[in-house]
């Protein structure tokens, strides 16, 4: 059974930092594409940044590009969101997903397993 499990949200000051984890179990990640999602109230799930499926290369939201890093480990298969200088606007639930067949992508309706997500607030 594919799952992802997300942890490492909370709160935290305007230009602050955060790491986001994400667990994979039933799957073995470097096989997938990965994306890392958020979703502020009243509005879209948006693409944060991902990892291709083929030759593993990160891709960032503008909105977030020189902030935040995305990595995997495949050896725990584990995925990680690395967050600095946090602002306000980024607060939202994040999600991770991933998907078997797209090599890589910023939009959710590509994405097939998801978590649970995890709350992130930015405020002082």
């Known amino acids: 059974q594919v799952q992802l499990v997300e942890s490492g949200g909370g709160l935290v000051q305007p230009g602050g930092s955060l790491t986001l984890s994400c667990a994979a179990s039933?799957?073995?990640?470097?096989?997938?594409?990965i994306g890392w999602f958020r979703q502020a109230p009243g509005q879209e799930r948006a693409g944060v940044s991902c990892i291709s499926r083929t030759d593993g290369r990160t891709y960032y939201a503008d909105s977030v590009k020189g902030r935040f890093t995305i990595s995997r480990d495949n050896a725990r298969n584990m995925v990680y969101l690395q967050m600095s200088s946090l602002k306000p606007e980024d607060t939202a639930v994040y999600y991770c997903?991933?998907?078997?067949?797209?090599?890589?992508?910023?939009?959710?309706?590509?994405?097939?397993?998801w978590g649970q997500g995890t709350q992130v607030t930015v405020s002082s």
């Open positions: 997903a991933a998907d078997p067949v797209i090599p890589w992508g910023l939009a959710a309706k590509f994405y097939d397993y």
């Open positions: 039933g799957f073995t990640l470097d096989n997938y594409a």
